[in-house]
């Protein structure tokens, strides 16, 4: 059995292994048919956004499932005055949107228009990432190397088990989460899920994780949070405007970095913005 740190694999590999085949050893063009229904499977629901998708060094492409509303977007032209800034909680300061037509000139109709190029923006990499996979699901074409680049989350073959009334991934999850989950598919009682069964970690389990990070490893968790959020309000700031804003540097711990390449490298991936808008620098010397 894996051990429950991975938790991400090729969707190649996951389809294979589920079902006890070797994913180095069969023939794109002549795989079982049990392999080839769950490659089906998996990459219709990450087409259509009901899986999230995962590169290979683990980063989870933004989609619908974690697109914010239409009532939580924020039009990036809206004036800082017009954000009222409220409590400190958890560390981190809430803001409340005080938005009228009149306040920010944009009328519903355009409000709509900005929100669907963000929405598109949002999910570009997901969408890039399994632009090819009808070939997979309509026509049953296998193509090893593009299943193989998009990876699928442990917490989403958890979820098809779940939906589908299917036992759990043997080479993935222990003894232990097996029995729980039969036992929730039986009971329907969604407190003996493994998905709850997680989410009451201790506190003490995490206290003891938190504790293991050095310091620079738990600056990067924070000012990734932190950018996640800043962008979140305002999807057209750039790297360099993140790296300067206090939240950032004094939350985050991004003051004790010389320089903005440490601090640029951690949240650089989770730039929003078009690839068009992220170009620029420092102009070449005459």
Same mark, same amino acid.
């Given at each position: 059995?894996l051990?429950?740190?991975i938790?991400?694999?090729?969707?190649?590999?996951?389809?294979?292994?589920?079902?006890?085949?070797d994913?180095n050893?069969?023939?794109?063009?002549?795989?079982?048919?049990?392999?080839?229904?769950?490659?089906?499977?998996?990459?219709?629901?990450?087409?259509?956004?009901?899986?999230?998708?995962?590169?290979?060094?683990?980063?989870?492409?933004k989609?619908?499932?974690?697109?914010p509303?239409?009532?939580d977007?924020i039009?990036?032209?809206?004036?800082?005055?017009?954000?009222?800034?409220?409590q400190?909680?958890?560390?981190?300061?809430?803001?409340r949107?005080?938005?009228?037509?009149?306040a920010?000139?944009?009328?519903?109709?355009?409000?709509?228009?900005r929100?669907? =190029?963000?929405?598109?923006?949002?999910?570009? @990499?997901? *969408?890039?990432a399994? !632009?090819?996979?009808? $070939? /997979?699901?309509?026509?049953?074409?296998?193509r090893k190397?593009?299943l193989?680049?998009?990876h699928?989350l442990?917490s989403?073959?958890?979820?098809?088990?779940?939906?589908?009334?299917?036992?759990?991934?043997?080479?993935?999850?222990?003894?232990?989460?097996?029995?729980?989950?039969q036992?929730?598919?039986?009971?329907?009682?969604?407190g003996?899920?493994?998905?709850?069964?997680?989410?009451?970690?201790?506190? =003490?389990?995490?206290?003891?994780?938190?504790? @293991?990070? *050095?310091?620079k490893? !738990?600056?990067?968790? $924070? /000012?990734r949070?932190i950018?996640?959020?800043?962008?979140l309000?305002?999807?057209?700031?750039?790297?360099?405007?993140?790296?300067?804003?206090?939240?950032?540097?004094?939350?985050?711990?991004?003051?004790?970095?010389?320089?903005?390449?440490?601090?640029?490298?951690?949240?650089k991936?989770l730039?929003?913005?078009?690839?068009?808008?992220?170009?620029?620098?420092?102009?070449?010397?005459?």
């Amino acid at each position: 059995m894996l051990h429950s740190v991975i938790d991400h694999l090729s969707v190649w590999e996951v389809a294979h292994r589920w079902h006890g085949y070797d994913p180095n050893s069969t023939d794109p063009q002549a795989l079982p048919l049990i392999v080839q229904d769950s490659l089906r499977t998996i990459t219709r629901l990450q087409f259509s956004h009901e899986l999230f998708v995962c590169s290979p060094q683990g980063v989870v492409r933004k989609s619908l499932k974690s697109l914010p509303s239409f009532d939580d977007f924020i039009v990036p032209e809206l004036m800082d005055s017009e954000v009222e800034t409220g409590q400190i909680t958890d560390g981190c300061t809430t803001q409340r949107l005080q938005s009228t037509e009149s306040a920010n000139g944009l009328s519903e109709d355009e409000r709509q228009e900005r929100y669907e =190029d963000f929405s598109a923006n949002w999910t570009r @990499r997901h *969408d890039e990432a399994v !632009k090819d996979f009808p $070939l /997979c699901f309509d026509q049953r074409v296998f193509r090893k190397a593009d299943l193989e680049k998009v990876h699928v989350l442990r917490s989403d073959v958890l979820h098809l088990c779940e939906i589908g009334g299917a036992p759990l991934a043997s080479f993935w999850f222990s003894e232990m989460e097996q029995q729980d989950h039969q036992r929730y598919l039986e009971t329907g009682n969604s407190g003996d899920s493994v998905r709850n069964r997680a989410a009451r970690m201790k506190r =003490d389990d995490i206290d003891a994780f938190w504790s @293991r990070l *050095d310091s620079k490893q !738990k600056h990067r968790l $924070l /000012c990734r949070e932190i950018a996640a959020q800043l962008w979140l309000a305002s999807p057209d700031r750039t790297i360099a405007d993140l790296i300067r804003d206090p939240s950032i540097k004094n939350i985050g711990g991004g003051k004790y970095y010389d320089g903005d390449k440490t601090v640029r490298e951690w949240i650089k991936d989770l730039d929003p913005r078009p690839k068009e808008m992220k170009k620029g620098g420092r102009p070449a010397r005459q």
